[in-house]
């Protein structure tokens, strides 16, 4: 029920773009997009809830493919402020349980 | 606007002692989940309460856990008789509507040590 998020992961030189996927072997009812800083609480980037939905902010997007299961995150020109853990997290039934992935270390270097 | 708080920050208990984690939601947030990060892991779904009801509990241990959010006061993570297992972060978050389809606001979480 745990998504799988791929790659495990990634590292990037600043301006380079990255995408992370998440896959789920369940329907998904909607998808939310998390960063976590090593010692420090997840912080929301953003929620899709239908699927085709994309949205952005920043140079961050992301898209929900809702007939394949799948998310992916798309972070185009890096930043190193973009370094952390991205988690994905989907509802494995409407407003309840909620799963996160297995999470994508991203690193980006000078 | 005060964000979710938890506390304490940092909780050291010996094998066979009780821990006790607190969680106080953001103002007009009455929508608490439960999660567990054990060291270089992801995060595990525990439980999700509403205001005095336990919606879902599917994530936690059957045994020596147990999770609460009464009317007045913050919500409780209770565990009993802890073990070394149990090291782990602990993270609150809340969210202000019902269901899992809103932003979840985390609080900075317990990191709990079993001696």
């Known amino acids: 029920q745990q998504p799988v998020q791929s790659p495990q992961a990634v590292i990037l030189r600043e301006g380079e773009d990255a995408v992370i996927n998440c896959s789920s072997s369940?329907?998904?009812?909607?998808v939310h997009w998390y960063r976590q800083k090593h010692g420090e609480a997840p912080v929301f980037l953003m929620i899709l809830l239908k699927g085709g939905e994309q949205k952005g902010h920043d140079k961050i997007s992301a898209s929900f493919n809702e007939k394949k299961q799948q998310s992916s995150l798309y972070l185009t020109a890096s930043q190193l402020s973009y370094s952390g853990t991205y988690f994905c997290g989907t509802e494995g039934v409407p407003g309840n349980q909620f799963y996160f992935g297995t999470g994508t270390s991203l690193t980006v270097i000078p | 606007n005060a964000g979710v708080m938890q506390n304490p920050r940092h909780l050291v208990r010996r094998r066979g002692q009780e821990a006790r984690l607190r969680c106080s939601p953001m103002?007009?947030?009455?929508?608490v989940y439960w999660y567990r990060q054990l060291p270089e892991e992801g995060l595990k779904f525990m439980v999700y309460?509403?205001?005095?009801?336990?919606?879902?509990e599917s994530g936690m241990p059957k045994e020596r856990f147990s999770a609460e959010f009464p009317k007045e006061g913050p919500s409780i993570l209770r565990i009993q008789q802890v073990v070394r297992g149990d090291s782990a972060a602990y993270f609150c978050?809340?969210?202000?509507?019902?269901?899992?389809?809103?932003?979840?606001?985390f609080g900075p979480g317990t990191r709990l040590t079993v001696l």
């Open positions: 978050a809340s969210s202000p509507s019902p269901g899992l389809r809103n932003e979840q606001f």
């Open positions: 369940k329907a998904l009812y909607s």
């Open positions: 103002k007009g947030h009455s929508h």
């Open positions: 309460l509403q205001k005095e009801n336990i919606i879902d």
